[in-house]
């Protein structure tokens, strides 16, 4: 299971764009005019700084405008659906998190896009590591002794 949650979160969580931008105009032809970088998230986070990283490198070495639009909402849905909308011709890219392609169909009885027919994954840009803390007070320095906190004491815990 484990692997299987991280071979997918490999293939969706770096770059996703249209599936028939393959077949559009040859690589020397591209980009015809400006790169949208779609960011599923607001300005100033975490993904917000590594798509204007991604696009500045993107712009350096295409010799063309790339811009950066944030369009959160609606758990990545609002930039996904945009993405999924958008001319297949490979000028509108989304960074899209695993949340985005992986977890949502499972998480959402529809959504606006089809997640293996509207989307190509085009590499791995990044990935992060979470980390469940307490305070040391807690006395809980497991899991399974945090889930004992929690349902014993309802009220001051959250």
Do not use: W
Request: aromatic share 4%.
């Amino acid at each position: 299971m484990k692997r299987a949650v991280a071979l997918g979160a490999a293939v969706v969580l770096g770059l996703a764009t249209v599936e028939a931008a393959r077949a559009q105009a040859p690589a020397e032809d591209y980009p015809q005019r400006t790169v949208t970088f779609l960011c599923p998230f607001p300005a100033g986070g975490g993904t917000d700084i590594l798509t204007r990283l991604l696009a500045q490198e993107l712009q350096d070495k295409l010799k063309r405008p790339v811009v950066v639009e944030n369009r959160p909402g609606a758990g990545t849905i609002v930039a996904a659906q945009a993405a999924a909308r958008a001319s297949p011709d490979g000028h509108t890219i989304l960074l899209a998190p695993v949340t985005t392609l992986a977890m949502g169909p499972s998480v959402h009885k529809s959504l606006p896009y089809d997640t293996v027919k509207d989307f190509a994954p085009i590499g791995l840009v990044g990935s992060a590591r979470l980390a469940l803390i307490a305070n040391p007070a807690l006395g809980a320095g497991t899991l399974a002794e945090l889930l004992a906190a929690l349902r014993t004491n309802h009220g001051p815990l959250s």
